[in-house]
């Protein structure tokens, strides 16, 4: 079975320091690798999702994502965070072909910014 | 454009009482439909699915029942409540095969007393 793991529950950043949420995976062939992002109250909105091509991922907000097969890992990168990158963050698994049943998220990463 | 839409936003419900959360979805056919849940400090958790008019999937054995009576509208209900069941529901589309890409609604607050 597909999991995921975010090994960090609070991350704490400065503003205009630089990024990285860590995301690991499970799963036995090439996988869908998504990060979404939730502000409080909210639902989710997607930040960018990994299919195949090349292993370094744009998503919008200014952040990216490098999957790295042979770690399993997926992790989230930003340059120079703004106050406005407080919120939760999931990254989730999706099955290659597109199964009907839904996504395996990790438990989360809530980014806290200091000033 | 597609759109989401959950409602209630937010809901108080005594334990015992029923329940019906709805999610419908424009600008799309044939979607994909999930019901999540997030409790307090965990991740998410898929509690259903459906690939079509009355198909529905149960990933998790539970209170909750789930229906889809038409195309775009999915219906989370419960006939009693438990304390256990306050928690975000969040709702989601994907349409299209060979990616898992799924969209989010804005959400229900569930509080059970």
């Known amino acids: 079975a597909q999991s995921v793991t975010q090994p960090d529950i609070h991350i704490t950043v400065s503003e205009g320091a630089s990024l990285e949420l860590r995301c690991n995976y499970s799963y036995g062939a090439t996988p869908y690798l998504f990060w979404y992002v939730q502000s409080p109250g909210q639902g989710l909105q997607l930040l960018l999702k990994?299919?195949?091509?090349?292993?370094l991922v744009q998503g919008i907000k200014g952040f990216e994502a490098e999957f790295k097969r042979s770690q399993s890992s997926f992790n989230l990168r930003k340059p120079s965070v703004h106050w406005s990158d407080a919120a939760e963050y999931f990254c989730a698994v999706g099955r290659l072909g597109g199964g009907a049943d839904g996504l395996t998220f990790g438990k989360g990463t809530h980014l806290i910014i200091q000033p | 454009s597609q759109t989401i839409h959950q409602w209630p936003a937010t809901l108080v419900q005594p334990v015992g009482s029923p329940l019906s959360l709805e999610c419908t979805v424009e600008?799309?056919?044939?979607?994909?439909l999930y019901w999540y849940r997030q409790a307090a400090g965990r991740g998410l958790q898929l509690l259903f699915y459906s690939v079509g008019i009355g198909q529905i999937s149960s990933e998790v054995p539970q209170n909750l029942s789930a229906s889809r009576p038409q195309d775009r509208q999915f219906i989370l209900s419960s006939k009693k409540l438990l304390l256990s069941d306050s928690g975000f529901y969040l709702c989601a589309w994907r349409v299209g095969i060979g990616t898992d890409t799924q969209y989010f609604g804005p959400g229900t607050r569930l509080t059970v007393l």
């Open positions: 600008g799309t056919s044939n979607p994909n």
């Open positions: 990994y299919f195949s091509g090349d292993t």
